[in-house]
């Protein structure tokens, strides 16, 4: 009887601090980083998307990427391989690489979440299935490739969220296993998506980055992009 007093009274214990919790935020973990050099500065050149080139998406499809470019606008002369040799998309945090794959590659991370990186230069790939990858290990270089054929209309890393309990599946092909990337965080920015496919912005403090297909950076975004910057570095130091 004494021992079930006691069980009790610690269970009663633990209900009212867990009680006095309940409306307190969890603390945010930022288990991803966004993916490529800490101390480069890349161009945010679209915001929360689905496939669809519509300002909306089809129901049920998820606007689960978002487009980075090391440099902006995207055109077509930006396409040639060694022009962007010195430039790598980086793995978001560590993990065991699932699907590397022509212009493709997927990592798999410790809470069941993958990140995808897609318009890579399938030669400069450096991993392969079943690979174990650090956070920042360089996979390949943005390109302007498309694994089924043709290309895109500037070298950039089209970056995503998704999930499958498949290890040889391919999230990209499924769009059941792919996941809204809104509220989620890279470096410590946040992402927020706003009402029209492909836009949205990025927010860390008391900054802010709004995809934009243009290049604005801090010397020139009040002359030729009406205030807006859309230029983003995942260090600190190099904001």
Known sequence: MRRLIILGATLLVLAVACAGNANDDPPEVDAFRLPWAADEAWFFVGGPHCDSRADTCPSGAARYALD??????????????????????????????????????????DDGIRTGYYHLRSASLTVTPGDL????????????????????????????????????????DDRAALLAADGRTLSGW?????EQNYSGSLVRGDETRTATALSCAGANSVSDC??????????????
């Open 68 to 109: 980075f470019a090391p440099r902006a606008p995207l055109t077509g002369f930006l396409c040639n391989t060694s022009e962007n040799d010195e430039y790598w998309v980086t793995a978001a945090a560590a993990g065991v690489v699932r699907i590397a794959d022509r212009s493709l590659v997927e990592v798999e991370h």
């Open 133 to 172: 990858v650090e956070a920042g290990a360089p996979l390949g270089n943005p390109s302007c490739e498309h694994r089924r054929g043709g290309s895109v209309p500037g070298p950039h890393v089209h970056f995503y969220f998704c999930a499958t309990d498949d290890p040889a599946a391919t999230c990209l």
């Open 190 to 194: 946040r992402i927020q998506a706003a």
């Open 226 to 239: 009406a205030g807006v910057r859309n230029d983003i570095t995942p260090s600190q130091e190099g904001r």
